[in-house]
Nanobody
Framework: QVQLVESGGGSVQPGGSLRLSCAAY????????MYWYREAPGNEREWVAT???????NYTDSVKGRFTISRDNAKNTMYLQMDNLKPEDTAVYYC????????WGQGTQVTVSS
């Protein structure tokens, strides 16, 4: 079955860290650039980070220097290491593959609160 499965979300205090994972099933993960998006309550889904199939990364300004995207093509898995988390990072985080048809994971909740 073609799917993306996120994991690793949770609740942390400001300044804490989480590592999200996105496991890919049923398609050729290694040939695609992969993306992380997030959606906070009342907001539109926004782009967070991208990693090309060659490992080049790019980030939205608000997470630069705090988040690190990576991938392990042998494991068909993408990661998002999130450090120095802030309350404004609270959202459901989704991974996305620009296939045809496009493919989204189910999302994983990240809550940053004291």
């Amino acid at each position: 079955q073609v799917q993306l499965v996120e994991s690793g979300g949770g609740s942390v205090q400001p300044g804490g860290s989480l590592r999200l994972s996105c496991a890919a099933y049923g398609f050729s993960f290694s040939i695609y650039a992969m993306y992380w998006y997030r959606e906070a309550p009342g907001n539109e889904r926004e782009w967070v980070a991208t990693i090309t199939r060659g490992g080049i990364s790019n980030y939205t300004d608000s997470v630069k220097g705090r988040f690190t995207i990576s991938r392990d093509n042998a494991k068909n898995t993408m990661y998002l290491q999130m450090d120095n988390l802030k309350p404004e990072d609270t959202a459901v985080y989704y991974c996305y593959a620009p296939r045809s048809p496009t493919l989204w994971g189910q999302g994983t909740q990240v809550t940053v609160s004291s």
